[in-house]
């Protein structure tokens, strides 16, 4: 990621930033949506301070315990989820099963979604990842199959170390 247009001259390779400026930046514009967006969603799908709240607490945790974060990473990751849990905009399915019920969407534990149809109803919904859905007695078309998930040939690809952690290298 390139961070600064210093360099004009596009026959000359530009500096790409550092991981620590690439997760400034981030934590830079999403600290800025989360002061200046509204507290409630104005249409499903659409963001608003507390999404940005979401994405601040995941960056944070994700970063915690790199030498160049900020000491206060996890003091962070509270602070931002305990404002997405105290808005009042959310909260857990009361029933799990639901989750991919076309009722729901956009609804209970919703921060950001994207659903792969226009329509809303069972003959079209959600066609791209039928394979990937929930199994449910209301959804007859969530199979359970977990078709996107990568296999263990896929997982067993992949160097790991001692631990059975994957090298990042």
Known sequence: LVLSTENENPSEKSNNATH?????????????????????RLA????????????????????ANEPWAPANSW???IEYAEAVIGSG???LYPHFQDMSVIEFNNTYESIIAMQCS???????????NLLN???????????????FY????LADAFRVDANGLPYLD
């Open 44 to 63: 499903a799908g659409r963001f608003e301070k507390y999404t940005a709240a979401a994405l601040l607490a995941k960056v944070y945790a994700q970063i």
């Open 150 to 153: 990568g296999s263990q040939s």
């Open 133 to 147: 859905k929930t199994y449910s007695d209301k959804n007859i078309y969530g199979t359970a199959d977990d078709f």
């Open 20 to 40: 620590e400026q690439v997760y400034a930046q981030i934590i830079a514009d999403l600290e800025e949506a989360y002061q200046l967006m509204g507290s409630k």
């Open 89 to 91: 905009n959310y909260s």
């Open 118 to 128: 226009t329509a809303d109803d069972y003959a079209t919904y959600n066609r791209s």
């Open 75 to 77: 003091d962070k990751v």
